[in-house]
C-alpha cells in the first residue's frame, strides 16, 4: 500500500494550523471610558457620608399678654364704737355743728345735796335725798368749742356706767332742782366754753364711768374715774 498520499495530507493540514496568526482573536477593550459613561458596579456605600437632615427652624411661642392687676381699693379705717378717756382729759366729741371737745373734770359721791345748793325756787332749807337704797353722783363737765360755728349740747347726751355695766340716765328732780345743772339746748359759743353739772342716782356708786353719746354720726366717748 502506497501510504505517501496520507503523509503529504497530514503535513499539509499540521501546515495550516501552525500558520495561524491568531488574528481571530478580539483584543480586550482598552479604550478610555468617557465621563459620561462611567459605570459604578458593586461601590460599597456603607463609609459614604449621610446628608445632613436640616434642622427645623423652632416657632417662637407667642407671649401672653399679662393681665392688668387692679390695684387693691384702700380699707376704709373702722371708726369705734366707743373711745374711752381719762377722768380730766379733753376729748373730741362728734358734732355735726363744729369741733366740739369735752372733758368730765371731777365727780363726787353723797347720800343728800345740801339745800344751798338747790336753784332759788327750791331751797326750803331741807337738803335733796336721792331715791331710798341709792346715792347721788354729782359730775362737772365741760365744754370747749374749737370749730368756726356754735354748738349745741343737752344733758340727755350723758349717761352713768355702774360696776354692772348697767346705766343711767341723768336723775330729773335733781337736774331741775340743783343749781348749775346742765340744761338742754344749752349753747356753746365760737372759741368759747360752757361748764354744768350732772346728777345721777345709783345703787351701786363704785368702778363708775361717765358716758356721752354723739351728736349724729361717731363713737360714743366714756371717760373712767
Excluded at 458593586?42 to 436640616?54: F, L, M, V, W
Excluded at 344733758?155 to 346742765?182: F, Q
Amino acid at each position: 500500500m502506497n501510504r505517501r498520499p496520507f503523509l503529504a495530507a497530514g503535513v499539509a493540514l499540521l501546515a495550516g494550523c501552525g500558520s495561524s496568526t491568531g488574528d481571530d482573536t478580539t483584543p480586550p477593550d482598552t479604550a478610555t471610558p468617557t465621563p459620561g459613561d462611567v459605570q459604578v458596579v458593586g461601590t460599597d456605600t456603607s463609609d459614604a457620608t449621610a446628608t445632613p437632615t436640616e434642622t427645623p427652624t423652632p416657632t417662637p411661642t407667642p407671649s401672653s399678654t399679662p393681665t392688668p392687676t387692679s390695684s387693691p381699693t384702700p380699707t376704709a379705717t373702722p371708726v369705734p364704737s366707743e373711745v374711752r378717756a381719762d377722768l380730766g382729759e379733753w376729748t373730741t366729741v362728734p358734732s355735726p355743728d363744729t369741733r366740739l371737745e369735752a372733758r368730765v373734770a371731777r365727780f363726787d359721791r353723797t347720800d343728800e345735796i345740801p339745800a344751798r345748793d338747790l336753784r332759788d325756787e327750791y331751797r326750803d332749807d331741807a337738803p335733796l335725798e336721792p331715791p331710798d337704797g341709792e346715792t347721788w353722783v354729782e359730775a362737772d363737765v365741760e365744754y370747749r368749742n374749737r370749730g368756726d360755728d356754735p354748738a349745741t349740747v343737752s344733758a340727755d347726751a350723758w349717761t352713768l356706767v355702774d360696776l354692772r355695766d348697767e346705766t343711767s340716765a341723768p336723775d330729773r328732780t335733781a337736774m331741775e332742782r340743783v343749781r348749775g345743772t346742765l340744761r338742754d339746748e344749752d349753747r356753746v359759743g365760737t372759741f368759747d366754753g360752757l361748764d354744768g353739772r350732772l346728777v345721777f342716782a345709783t345703787a351701786f356708786p363704785t368702778d363708775l364711768s361717765f358716758r356721752r353719746a354723739p351728736d349724729g354720726a361717731g363713737p360714743t366717748v366714756r371717760w373712767v374715774a
